[in-house]
């Protein structure tokens, strides 16, 4: 008996079953008892003077009449059950489900499930019960579910798996923390999270599940930084402080204060023996490339090698140039390393990283796979991309390295979520903008007013400047999108034509195809570029003054945000035409907001309060963790109590050695060894 058994110990689960449990990410009876259902069927017999209309309850009677099936049409058809209940007879009606008929008997009871019409008096039946309902639960669980796995198939393994572990299951929150927050112990929240007897145990078993859920997150940042601060993990880099003042120095502009205290919070970080793992938040335009440069130049000082990570190969390419730029007079060796990068270049190399004669790479995520050796990583920058997760930090740890780590993003995450979001992390912010920045003049215009804006376009080209119009990828199907990107590319060259070149990149198109436009845009040989893929956009250009986004109604705020940060890079005012019609309410507030904000952190916060937590956190781009009953919004003073209860037992235990420890030791050393899994 255990939770860590894998569901092969449960009767009636062989092979064929375990594997389609997995499809549900299911192979542990632990996982199976802790998978709960997202909501309830009530199957408790309403009376029905009590029932709201709408309402979906339980009718328990007497079949008076036999059921009849009525056809219409080849497929449809529906079935008329008479139910006596109490006084009064009730109409059910099942729709095309012929096949129940045989379920009933006149003259037998039936229960079933539906819909209530309070005003016809009628039911629209849903589901036919067992009508020795006496001992079954009057709340049904529904659990998520796929083509593999059926709702009556997990409800009996949790069943059977309850059955087994219920007298022997630990705890993994402590006694003493259930004490003070009155939370049931894990046996019950299983019980009532699955097979309630009543809403008052449902709803008390959710209360502790939330607890728990965060408790356990919490605990798993706890052990990361724990394994953080232990300087066995770490490095120091006692980097040479005179010549980092000398790369400063040949700047063509003055450090802003923000990008001064960042470099010194690295800085302090790097020259300390203990890991460190921290996030470089800062608007688009603020200037964290030059900050990332000056660290990695500094753990170059101390002869270590640093590593830049960028999402796309185009982006690799211009750092890369940046940086060959900003280090000419400067004793580093520099390297570009992509997937594209030919077998022949490739191999001086990878020996450079080897013998360590390469002090700075740059590049995409074949940075760090496996037949990449580095002499002496000190440091690794990823810009733009997700954290850098246990995963890939456990893949340069095989390899002996224990490189410090700067994550960069441009997309701030709202500070009441960043507890939750990078707890792990310690966070350096850049809150201000370089001087004399101009301002990014927003506007959004419905698509019959795309005329007005167009003179805009117009005046901007004359004068020099480019364009990009971006299109999101909205259809169901990629082939009409890129129907649509076309006729929108045919149009605007149509509109203005002998004013520019256009040209249009998408998302379909072959890596080099890209990049040729993308080169062909950043040396002005295209004046509009209409794009459908945002990534790549990454780029900076620093003559392209208007952001035309079509449908922006379909992008988050900070997906937005950050396209909008791809102009006003340069001296001249920049643009920023939303062109969208959205069809409500908070689509509307959500493109006013746009064209009110243009800080990323107040932007940040509105997505927030208009999208709501569960949206954020279900976006797979925004890195935030997902949570399977806690809402990290509407349970806000729950994941407090939960990251401040997690920190307290951590500071008091750091390993956790009391016996009462166990079972939460055992659940961290498990997720630790699954998200160690090299990907
Ligand atoms: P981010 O990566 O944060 O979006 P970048 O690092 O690309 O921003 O910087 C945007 C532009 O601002 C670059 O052209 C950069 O050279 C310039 N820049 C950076 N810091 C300053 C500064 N302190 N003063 C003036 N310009 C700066
Ligand atoms: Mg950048």
């Known amino acids: ?53 709408q309402e979906k309850i339980t009718l328990k009677g007497v079949v008076v009449a036999p059921p009849v099936v009525t056809r219409f049409g080849a497929r449809k058809n529906r079935l008329n059950l008479k139910l006596q209940v109490a006084h009064a007879v009730v109409l059910v009606t099942f729709f095309n489900q012929p096949w129940l008929k045989d379920k009933f008997e006149e003259g037998t009871e039936a229960a079933v499930y539906g819909k ?7 039911m629209t039946g849903m589901k036919v019960l067992a009508t020795q309902t006496a001992d079954a639960p009057s709340l049904a669980g529904i659990y998520p579910v796929n083509k593999h796995v059926r709702q009556s198939t997990l409800v009996e393994l949790v069943r059977a798996a309850y059955d087994r572990e219920a007298a022997t299951m630990g705890n993994v929150v402590p006694a003493a923390l259930r004490t003070r927050f009155r939370l049931l112990p894990d046996a019950a929240i299983v019980h009532g999270m699955h097979f309630p007897e009543s809403s008052a145990e449902a709803k008390a078993a959710r209360r502790s599940a939330i607890f728990r859920e965060f408790f356990l997150f919490e605990c798993q940042i706890q052990a990361l930084r724990e394994d953080n601060a232990s300087p066995a993990n ?8 005179t010549a980092l003042r000398a790369l400063i120095q040949t700047l063509p502009f003055e450090l802003t204060a923000a990008q001064k ?20 938040q800062g608007d688009v335009g603020s200037g964290k490339t030059i900050v990332a440069a000056i660290v990695m130049y500094a753990a170059i000082t101390a002869r270590y090698q640093a590593a830049l990570m960028v999402p796309t190969e185009v982006l690799a390419e211009q750092h890369f140039a940046k940086l060959t730029q900003l280090f000419a007079d400067f004793p580093v060796e520099l390297a570009l390393l992509t997937g594209s990068t030919s077998a022949a270049a490739r191999r001086p190399i990878l020996a450079g990283l080897k013998t360590g004669a390469i002090d700075l790479v740059i590049g995409t995520h074949a940075l760090i796979q496996k037949a990449v050796d580095y002499a002496n990583l000190g440091l690794v920058v990823i810009d733009e991309q997700h954290r850098f997760g246990v995963n890939q930090r456990r893949v340069l740890q095989e390899k002996g390295l224990r490189p410090d780590l700067l994550a960069m993003t441009a997309t701030p995450i709202p500070r009441t979520l960043a ?14 903008l370089p001087k004399g920045r101009q301002p990014i003049t927003t506007t959004w215009v419905r698509k019959n007013q795309l005329g007005g804006a167009m003179s805009r376009v117009r005046s901007e080209l004359a004068a020099g400047h480019q364009v990009f119009a971006i299109t999101p990828l909205i259809a169901e199907s990629e082939k009409i999108d890129l129907q649509n990107a076309e006729q929108l590319s045919e149009q605007l060259s149509q509109a203005l034509a002998g004013q520019a070149k256009v040209a249009l990149l998408h998302g379909q198109m072959k890596p080099a195809e890209k990049e040729a436009i993308m080169r062909a845009f950043a040396a002005n040989e295209i004046q509009l570029l209409v794009s459908t893929t945002v990534v790549e956009v990454g780029v900076d250009v620093p003559n392209a003054t208007v952001m035309m986004i079509f449908d922006a109604d379909r992008f988050g705020l900070a997906q937005l945000h950050q396209l909008r ?31 009110q904000t243009t ?23 925004s890195g935030l963790p997902e949570f399977k009953v806690a809402d990290p919004v509407a349970d ?44």
């Open 1 to 53: 008996m255990g939770l860590m058994d894998p569901l092969t110990e449960l009767p009636g689960v062989g092979p064929k079953r375990a594997e389609q449990l997995a499809t549900l990410g299911l192979t542990r009876v632990g996982e199976l008892l802790f998978y709960f259902p997202f909501r309830y069927d009530d199957l408790q017999v309403k009376d029905l003077a009590e029932a709201a209309d």
């Open 116 to 122: 209530w019409d309070a005003k016809r008096h009628t």
């Open 234 to 241: 770490g490095l120091a880099i006692p980097y040479d402080n």
């Open 261 to 280: 205290r960042v470099v010194n919070e690295i800085c302090a970080d790097m020259r300390a023996p203990q890991h460190m793992n921290r996030l470089l």
């Open 419 to 432: 507890i939750t979001a990078y707890g792990e992390m310690d966070v350096s912010n850049i809150t201000e």
């Open 565 to 595: 940060g791809r102009v006003g890079r340069g001296q001249a005012a920049a643009y920023c035409i939303l062109i969208a019609d959205p069809k409500n309410e908070t689509g509307v507030a959500r493109m006013e907001t746009m064209v």
């Open 599 to 621: 800080d990323g952190f107040k932007l940040a916060e509105k997505d927030l309060a208009l999208r709501g937590a569960g949206d954020i956190f279900g976006d797979k781009q």
């Open 636 to 679: 806000y003073p729950t994941l407090t109590a939960a990251q401040q209860s997690a920190a307290a037992l951590f500071k008091q235990d750091p390993t956790l050695s009391a016996a009462e420890y166990g079972p939460l030791r055992a659940y961290l050393a498990l997720r630790q060894q699954e998200t160690g899994q090299l990907d």
